[in-house]
């Protein structure tokens, strides 16, 4: 038995097979999850990503702490409210989390990290910590509410002045809006808002979103979403091995003040001036088939065995793939040589099919970025 | 409750079995299978002249989620494989002991009886995997 959200009891009343993700137990789907993948493309749904760990960071001198603990620049962040991604690294440059990290003032930021990493992230925080208050927000429950119709759907939530403000915030930004904090972020390649509110009332808005329209989405288009976004999963594409320059994530890397000395800077730029070996492209399988996160990736000039499959010296490996519900056909993240070309083969249970190297995203805001 | 049709025979590893007139046997995955598995995206299947022998992997269902291997209950030649499911993989979905059949294998000498279920055994050991 893992750790429930406050949705737990209308994930079940709602029939979603449920999973262990991160030791939570989670709703992975509801009915389809091509169908839902498709309601957030053409409409809007909404996923509970109460799971995801929110931490209130108050201290006198936050802008010099966050400077130094995230690779990021929190420098960038001028306007309250205003939100940055960024990777918390290791001496080694290796990402201990992706997170999102909040402007609310200058002695209070906001960080939201990932569900299995908490313990880990929270240790860290605290080790490198002096006379900050680090409070995790286990009162909060987390929606969000993603696909074209989305913010107009919220807003319906809200009063006039509420709907007014909501419907104005930019990208990125987040504010409290009639006792919820709400922030036009997201994680799947469409316009939408993740919403932060009392536990007590999550059901209660969800219910209603259901009544206008809004379809219960699970983990399972989660990931489809993302990755047709080419966005990142913590623990499939970078992890404490993996460093940003090698995840295609150089530019959340911020190395423009020499004198910002981050966690990880003096290893990145080592890595940097010795030349970067691998790097992080998106794949689109030619052949009919399924990319899948381990898959060897063979590139010209990389061994293949006898019988023509990938050799041990395959020269890269499928992070994440799956089947493209919006391009119905596979797509991957692949880390591969730096110097791979436009085509490579991917090695599905011993045989070698083709696949086109793309830049990512392959989908942004319901339209293909792939020819 | 998925549904499990008392004509057939069951394999623990969720295939189905039907004897068809001819003496080939007609092989799919049952509907609590085609249920854990999700919207299937990608179904390969043999091709016919194949030999397989007795709980070989011989075609693989993919839904989104995941890749999953069929294996053949019992040793013989293929004779067909449902190719209509490499454009319509979801037909298994749909209709996973109609349109959603697998293969058709004839099988070469005594069926392993003890491997396979009886409509009543089958849902026994779905309500057991269930619990």
New interface residues.
């Given amino acids: 038995m893992g750790r429930k959200t406050p949705l737990f009891p209308l994930h079940q009343e709602l029939g979603a097979?449920i999973v262990d993700f991160g030791g939570w137990d989670m709703p992975?789907?509801y009915t389809?999850?091509?169908a839902e993948h498709h309601a957030v493309r053409r409409a809007a749904g909404v996923f509970d990503v109460s799971h995801m760990c929110v931490v209130d960071l108050k201290g006198p001198r936050m802008r010099d702490f966050l400077r130094t603990l995230l690779a990021n620049d929190v420098n960038k962040l001028k306007t309250p409210g205003k939100a940055l991604y960024s990777c918390m690294l290791n001496e080694a440059g290796g990402v201990i989390d992706d997170l999102i990290v909040y402007f609310l003032n200058d002695t209070w930021f906001r960080l939201v990290v990932n569900a299995g990493t908490r313990d880990k992230d929270l240790a860290w925080i605290r080790g490198h910590a002096a006379a900050i208050e680090i409070t995790e927000r286990t009162d909060l429950a987390m929606l969000a509410i993603q696909g074209p119709e989305a913010r107009a759907k919220m807003a319906q939530l809200l009063s006039a002045a509420g709907a007014t403000a909501a419907l104005g915030l930019g990208p990125f930004v987040g504010r409290e809006i009639d006792g919820w904090f709400i922030a036009r972020t997201g994680y799947t390649g469409e316009d939408g808002f993740e919403v932060m509110l009392p536990a007590a009332e999550a059901i209660g808005v969800w219910r209603k979103l259901n009544a206008l329209g809004v379809a219960s989405c699970g983990l399972?288009a989660r990931d489809?979403l993302r990755l047709e976004a080419g966005m990142n999963l913590y623990g499939n594409d970078m992890d404490e091995n993996t460093n940003p320059l090698e995840s295609g994530l150089a530019w959340t890397v911020a190395l423009d003040a020499p004198e910002r000395r981050f966690i990880g800077r003096d290893a990145l730029e080592e890595i940097e001036a010795r030349g970067v070996p691998r790097k992080l492209v998106g794949l689109v399988l030619e052949d009919?088939?399924?990319l899948?996160s381990h898959q060897k990736v063979v590139t010209a000039g990389s061994p293949t065995s006898e019988s023509g499959a990938a050799g041990a010296g395959a020269a890269g490996e499928i992070t994440s793939g799956?089947?493209s519900?919006t391009l119905e056909r596979?797509i991957a993240l692949a880390r591969v040589p730096a110097n791979t070309g436009s085509a490579v083969q991917v090695d599905i249970?011993g045989k070698l099919l083709a696949a086109r190297v793309v830049k990512p995203p392959f989908v942004r805001s319901g339209k293909s970025l792939i020819n | 409750m998925s549904s499990v049709p008392a004509d057939l025979q069951y394999t623990k590893s969720h295939e189905w079995l039907r004897k068809l007139p001819d003496g080939t046997l007609e092989i799919g995955i049952t509907d609590h299978a085609q249920d854990a598995l999700g919207d299937l995206v990608f179904v390969e299947v043999p091709e016919a002249g194949r030999s397989v022998t007795s709980g070989e992997a011989c075609a693989v269902v993919e839904s989104v989620k995941a890749a999953s291997d069929v294996y053949s209950p019992v040793g013989g030649t293929v004779v067909a494989g449902n190719s209509r499911l490499v454009s319509e993989p979801e037909s298994v979905n749909k209709d996973p002991y109609g349109a959603g059949w697998l293969m058709r294998v004839r099988p070469n000498g005594a069926m392993p009886a003890e491997e396979l279920l009886s409509p009543a055994e089958y849902e026994q050991f779905l309500a057991k995997e269930e619990g």
């Fill in positions: 097979r992975v789907q389809s999850q091509i399972g489809t009919r088939g399924v899948r799956t089947y519900p596979s249970r």
